[in-house]
């Protein structure tokens, strides 16, 4: 497929929980109860999605999305306190480890870090931590020099390569910020121009947004899965993404500097 030909994406991940509602029981059995409703729409539809918990390893919703047909993905959610772009290296380091190697022990292999606001800049961190994907709201402009010139051309939105296997991808919608008709615009326009959409639901928010809110996500997702069926969206996790961004990297043709010369 050509690159003017090429399918939108859409993302839908879910940031469950945040830190500061751990101490919070009645919360957290909200949050545990409208993250499975909110699985059970995703389900109807045949989306996977990226689920960012602030400690995957002891998170009720982990069992449930191991164990669930589809291939969701689970990501670790980095809180302002240790994530932040102000955080020193050597924290941001330990933390991140720390929280990587309880979720080992739990048997979850996480690839990706999800931060609601701009993110710390220790990509080779992540790198050696084995991630992947770095989800924030400001990714770095820059385009790693090894990118093929190819594919330096990208729709709006696109992820960028910030180090070799690792991509940084920009929270593009949160919740219902628009509306159902801006939203099903901004799945048209994506569908048009190749483009991505990640789409990031708010699980405190979806809690206070109660059943309405749910049954705009199904609307929004069936007019997602219309635009599927017709080969003009794909719909997936954050890694599959990156994983598929990796194949087209790998599979772009070399360019000889000898003949670029000569011509």
């Known amino acids: 497929m050509s690159q003017l030909s090429r399918p939108g994406v859409l993302i839908v991940s879910v940031d469950v929980d945040s830190a500061d509602v751990r101490g919070d029981l009645s919360l957290q059995r909200a949050l545990n109860s409208t993250s499975v409703a909110l699985l059970g729409v995703l389900a109807n539809h045949g989306v996977a999605g990226t689920w960012a918990m602030s400690d995957p390893a002891h998170s009720l919703m982990t069992d449930r999305l191991l164990g669930d047909d589809l291939p969701h993905e689970l990501a670790l959610l980095g809180e302002a306190s240790w994530a932040a772009p102000t955080m020193g290296r050597a924290r941001f380091s330990r933390e991140l480890g720390d929280r990587l190697q309880q979720a080992a022990l739990r048997g979850v292999k996480l690839g990706t870090l999800a931060v609601r606001e701009a993110a710390a800049t220790h990509y080779d961190v992540l790198v050696r931590a084995g991630l992947s994907v770095l989800r924030s709201a400001s ?61 990031v639901l708010d699980g405190p928010k979806l809690v206070s947004g109660g059943a309405s809110v749910l049954r705009l996500v199904d609307r929004v997702l069936a007019y997602a899965a219309k635009r599927r069926e017709e080969g003009r969206l794909q719909i997936s996790t954050l890694q599959g993404f990156a994983d598929c961004q990796l194949r087209r990297r790998e599979s772009a043709p070399a360019v000889s500097i000898l003949r670029a010369e000569a011509a």
């Open 139 to 199: 990714p770095d402009a820059r385009r790693a020099a090894w990118w093929p010139s190819a594919l330096r051309s990208q729709p709006a939105n696109m992820a960028q390569a910030v180090r070799w296997g690792l991509w940084q991808v920009k929270s593009t919608w949160h919740n219902f910020e628009g509306g159902l008709m801006a939203s099903r615009r901004g799945i048209d326009r994506s569908a048009a121009q190749g483009g991505l959409i990640t789409w």
